[in-house]
């Protein structure tokens, strides 16, 4: 064989292995094509809350739909719609279990009418704890468990997660400030869960609006008087146009919290991954809406009195101590005849007897330190 001849079969081997690497190489990139191909499209769920798009609590539950997407890399998408655009808001809790959305955002005392026992989580004084304490019950203390079973038993198709722990709510607003139980005999007032039971008892004539009815209704004198949360959404949904008296501090829900759920064979469905970024975004929404409630709230409860006029005065003792009374009959009257309604209650007392102590024990007196530093520039409310 000349040289030639040799150098150019070598060559020709060369090619040859050259070529059958990069065969090789592209029937890897075949087989690994169709899973880029087929890889599944981000899931999509459908939510709605029972908020106005305008109030803040709309916001709490976009804020709690964007950790969800960011935290999956876009792997789950929740768009959130507000109150109305599917169901009404009372009708949220029947719309997620039937699977007309995939999940919600509201408050239990809703869904008050389902169970009365579902409105130990919302209503009331909670035996004094904040709503902070009510989730450490709730996760800790056997409330998550104890409301699987209440759902179990009203057929509810959901999973729920609470979140969002939220300061006490003021008694509410009026035309002239309230000094003693008898102003609220025959007044028409809005509130909802076992408030409904708790003021009617007070001799109130009580109509249970979704949020974003209770300032028309006033308008249009339907209601004499009404409570809804916060400075923030009151301020939003325009308390103070048609009332210039807010009574601050009040037992009816002194410790309520915002509920997260989704259809229930929609979420058994989700990979373990995606459960549990969906667990720990409930989390972190929670602490963020109470850092976010402590700048907004404080923000629109100064302005209000300093832009829109509202005048703030602190709901007198004697109106304090007639609802814990009045609650007292209540609740004995609701678990007369509902063993859950009286176990939840039970569960709830046991872990406030300790947690209560510990706190109150342990913690200072914040207006001390208050009126120390401020108190001259900013005193309390006024006494009605």
Same mark, same amino acid.
């Given at each position: 064989?000349?040289?030639?001849?040799?150098?150019?079969?070598?060559?020709?081997?060369?090619?040859?292995?050259?070529?059958?690497?990069?065969?090789?190489?592209?029937?890897?990139?075949?087989?690994?094509?169709?899973?880029?191909?087929?890889?599944?499209?981000?899931?999509?769920?459908?939510?709605?809350?029972?908020?106005?798009?305008?109030?803040?609590?709309?916001?709490?539950?976009?804020?709690?739909?964007?950790?969800?997407?960011?935290? &999956?890399?876009?792997?789950?998408?929740?768009?959130? #719609? %507000?109150? @109305?655009?599917? =169901? $009404? /808001?009372?009708?949220?809790?029947?719309?997620?279990?039937?699977?007309?959305?995939?999940?919600?955002?509201?408050?239990?005392?809703?869904?008050?009418?389902?169970?009365?026992?579902?409105?130990?989580?919302?209503?009331?004084?909670?035996?004094?704890?904040?709503?902070?304490?009510?989730?450490?019950?709730?996760?800790?203390?056997?409330?998550?468990?104890?409301?699987?079973?209440?759902?179990?038993?009203?057929?509810?198709?959901?999973?729920?997660?609470?979140?969002?722990?939220?300061?006490?709510?003021?008694?509410?607003?009026?035309?002239?400030?309230?000094?003693?139980?008898?102003?609220?005999?025959?007044?028409?007032?809005?509130?909802?869960?076992?408030?409904?039971?708790?003021? &009617?008892?007070?001799?109130?004539?009580?109509?249970? #609006? %979704?949020? @974003?009815?209770? =300032? $028309? /209704?006033?308008?249009?004198?339907?209601?004499?008087?009404?409570?809804?949360?916060?400075?923030?959404?009151?301020?939003?949904?325009?308390?103070?146009?048609?009332?210039?008296?807010?009574?601050?501090?009040?037992?009816?829900?002194?410790?309520?919290?915002?509920?997260?759920?989704?259809?229930?064979?929609?979420?058994?469905?989700?990979?373990?991954?995606?459960?549990?970024?969906?667990?720990?975004?409930?989390?972190?929404?929670?602490?963020?809406?109470?850092?976010?409630?402590?700048?907004?709230?404080?923000?629109?409860?100064?302005?209000?009195?300093?832009?829109?006029?509202?005048?703030?005065?602190?709901?007198?003792?004697?109106?304090?101590?007639?609802?814990?009374?009045?609650?007292?009959?209540?609740?004995?009257?609701?678990?007369?005849?509902?063993?859950?309604?009286?176990?939840?209650?039970?569960?709830?007392?046991?872990?406030?007897?300790?947690?209560?102590?510990?706190?109150?024990?342990?913690?200072?007196?914040?207006?001390?330190?208050?009126?120390?530093?401020?108190?001259?520039?900013?005193?309390?409310?006024?006494?009605?």
């Amino acid at each position: 064989m000349k040289k030639g001849d040799k150098e150019s079969n070598q060559s020709a081997a060369g090619r040859r292995k050259f070529l059958g690497s990069a065969a090789a190489g592209t029937a890897g990139a075949t087989l690994a094509f169709p899973m880029i191909a087929n890889a599944q499209t981000p899931k999509q769920m459908r939510f709605q809350s029972t908020w106005p798009s305008k109030d803040i609590f709309h916001e709490y539950a976009l804020d709690f739909a964007k950790k969800v997407n960011d935290m &999956t890399g876009g792997e789950l998408k929740i768009e959130v #719609l %507000p109150a @109305g655009a599917v =169901v $009404p /808001a009372f009708g949220l809790l029947d719309a997620v279990s039937k699977g007309t959305l995939d999940g919600g955002h509201g408050v239990m005392g809703y869904n008050y009418g389902k169970q009365s026992a579902i409105a130990l989580w919302t209503s009331g004084p909670a035996f004094g704890m904040d709503a902070n304490m009510v989730l450490a019950w709730h996760k800790y203390g056997g409330g998550k468990q104890l409301l699987a079973e209440l759902y179990n038993g009203i057929g509810a198709n959901v999973v729920s997660f609470l979140t969002g722990p939220m300061p006490t709510q003021p008694l509410g607003w009026f035309k002239k400030p309230i000094s003693k139980v008898e102003d609220l005999k025959g007044m028409k007032f809005r509130t909802n869960g076992l408030a409904i039971d708790l003021f &009617t008892a007070m001799g109130a004539a009580v109509n249970a #609006l %979704p949020g @974003g009815e209770i =300032v $028309p /209704a006033m308008d249009r004198g339907l209601l004499d008087g009404a409570e809804f949360n916060n400075a923030s959404s009151d301020r939003l949904l325009g308390f103070p146009d048609v009332s210039k008296i807010c009574m601050l501090q009040s037992f009816h829900q002194s410790s309520e919290t915002f509920e997260i759920t989704f259809n229930k064979t929609k979420y058994d469905a989700l990979p373990a991954k995606m459960k549990s970024v969906i667990e720990n975004a409930v989390e972190a929404a929670s602490s963020d809406m109470s850092w976010k409630a402590v700048d907004r709230y404080s923000k629109d409860y100064r302005d209000m009195q300093a832009k829109d006029g509202v005048k703030f005065y602190k709901t007198p003792d004697a109106i304090l101590q007639q609802q814990l009374a009045i609650w007292d009959q209540v609740v004995a009257k609701k678990g007369a005849d509902n063993p859950l309604f009286k176990k939840v209650e039970a569960s709830m007392r046991a872990f406030a007897e300790r947690a209560m102590k510990w706190d109150m024990d342990t913690n200072n007196p914040r207006r001390m330190a208050y009126n120390h530093y401020f108190g001259r520039k900013a005193p309390p409310p006024k006494k009605a």
